[in-house]
Nanobody
Framework: QIQLVASGGGLVQAGGSLRLSCAASGRTISIVNMGWFRQAPGKEREIVGSITWSGGSTYYGDSVRGRFTISRDNAKNTVDLQMNSLKPEDTAVYYC??????????????????WGQGTQVTVSS
């Protein structure tokens, strides 16, 4: 099993920045990929971005590409999400997730087995 704890959410003005962090524990040696998702009220959970645990290859959703950056620290078992140029439409609960199976499409929610508790990000206009 893998446990995930997300932190770093908060309230920020449009144009500002926030950094989220996700700490993984448990069988972290089994992690293949980690991702960040978000869910706004009344909307489906969507992918923000993902990163492969070994090689560090990244993927970003269209709405955040160029503004958000995912990074990982294998030694500390953490994955961070640096969010710049935030917009009111970025307001959502942000979740980190981990997957341990190979051969899956980690751009999709269903590929992830383990989820953190979520952290609220609110961007005011």
């Amino acid at each position: 099993q893998i446990q995930l704890v997300a932190s770093g959410g908060g309230l920020v003005q449009a144009g500002g920045s926030l950094r989220l962090s996700c700490a993984a524990s448990g069988r972290t040696i089994s992690i293949v990929n980690m991702g960040w998702f978000r869910q706004a009220p009344g909307k489906e959970r969507e992918i923000v971005g993902s990163i492969t645990w070994s090689g560090g290859s990244t993927y970003y959703g269209d709405s955040v590409r160029g503004r958000f950056t995912i990074s990982r620290d294998n030694a500390k078992n953490t994955v961070d999400l640096q969010m710049n140029s935030l917009k009111p439409e970025d307001t959502a609960v942000y979740y980190c997730a981990a997957g341990w199976l190979t051969g899956l499409d980690y751009r999709t929610r269903g590929a992830y087995t383990f989820w953190g508790q979520g952290t609220q990000v609110t961007v005011s206009s």
